[in-house]
């Protein structure tokens, strides 16, 4: 299993990953991206900064990088930057298939992405990835599996995933919505000859949506890694937007409300790995201060106290504006 160099690693940043969703497109629902990113976001401007991300992230410890074919050009950046560096051997990368991106590198298009769980897609894109990344690619990932995906009943696309398995890839899958936990123990009841699919689950977890919590530890039990993503929901998480618990709890401790928002994250024992959704080195410094907060009791209690029901959360990020 790729992740055991991730266990094995001796940096407290390996539990960090890096995420590439901001910064392989010009647009996306993150807020203050306006800040966060040049004004012309031209190809080369975002290919530039996905090097300096991954260049500063490995040179601090952090050892999983996560793309997807929905990410825009995410896989093509990441490919570049290792066919530069052809002596990394100890990173794991990941990326995930069933969306399509359709913006055409455009912030206001109708729509950004294209859901489609089936063989086909599963087919196209997994030879787009192999393109590529080629054998870099160690995780492959159904993205944003919900109780309904058809992902969870195709007995073909989960032939055409356990071949994929035998070859050396590992096996996942993401979730999203307010259903996450019903997903996530639907995919854990997949098998294939008998034997479990999946080896990772991917999950939106963080200090305002909390529902996933008891399925993840089921899956973590089942023995698969758990990948924690949008651990700081979609920058509502971070200066200047975190709600006032967060930000008295970051200036008791010094630090930022992001490393607060991700350390909270980091103290559950079934996270084996929280991504960083950084469009910056500094946001991605700041985040990995996450790994040296101290939270105490009465911290941990105020922060708790921001949990929102789940259909209350995801309808606020569905309304989130692609920036």
């Known amino acids: 299993m790729p992740f ?6 001796t940096t407290p940043t390996c539990h960090i990953g890096l995420g590439l ?34 260049d500063a992230a490995y040179a601090q410890g952090v050892r999983y990088f996560d793309a997807a074919r929905s990410y825009g050009r995410s896989e093509e950046f990441l490919a570049d930057w290792l066919n530069t560096r052809p002596d990394i051997d100890d990173i794991v990368v990941g990326s995930k298939w069933g969306y399509t ?6 912030t206001d298009a109708e729509k950004h992405e294209v859901k489609d769980h089936s063989v086909q897609t599963y087919d196209r894109q997994r030879a787009e990835t192999a393109e590529l990344l080629g054998d870099r690619l160690d995780l492959y990932q159904i993205h944003s599996v919900t ?34 936990a019903d997903a996530i123990r639907a995919a854990l009841a997949v098998t294939v000859d008998g034997e479990p699919l999946f080896r990772t689950v991917q999950s939106t977890y963080n200090a305002l949506e909390t529902s996933a919590a008891p399925a993840l530890a089921e899956a973590h039990d089942a023995g698969l890694t758990v990948i924690v993503k949008e651990g700081m929901a979609n920058g509502r998480l971070a200066d200047p937007y975190a709600p006032e ?24 024992p ?21 790994a040296v907060v101290d ?4 911290q941990l209690a105020r922060l708790t ?16 504006p692609w920036h």
Do not use: M
Request: hydrophobic share 45%; aromatic share 4%; no cysteine.
């Open 21 to 54: 969703a901001a910064v392989g497109r010009p647009g996306y629902i993150n807020l203050g991206r306006e800040q966060d990113l040049p004004e012309a976001r031209t190809v080369d401007a975002l290919r530039t900064r996905t090097h300096e991300l991954l």
């Open 245 to 268: 618990a967060l930000r008295a709890v970051a200036a008791e401790t010094s630090l930022g409300a992001d490393a607060v928002a991700l350390a909270l994250i980091l103290r559950q």
């Open 305 to 320: 106290g921001l949990a929102e029901e789940p259909q209350e959360y995801w309808e606020k990020r569905a309304g989130l």
């Open 295 to 298: 939270l105490d009791e009465d």
């Open 147 to 180: 109780p309904d995906s058809p992902a969870l009943t195709d007995k073909e696309l989960h032939a055409r995933l356990a071949e994929a398995a035998a070859a050396g890839v590992s096996i996942g899958f993401s979730t999203s919505g307010p259903a996450q």
């Open 101 to 106: 991106y359709t913006a055409g590198w455009t």
């Open 270 to 290: 079934w996270a084996g790995v929280v991504l960083s959704g950084a469009a910056a080195t500094n946001q991605l410094a700041s985040n990995l201060h996450a």
């Open 4 to 9: 055991a160099r991730l266990a094995s690693a």
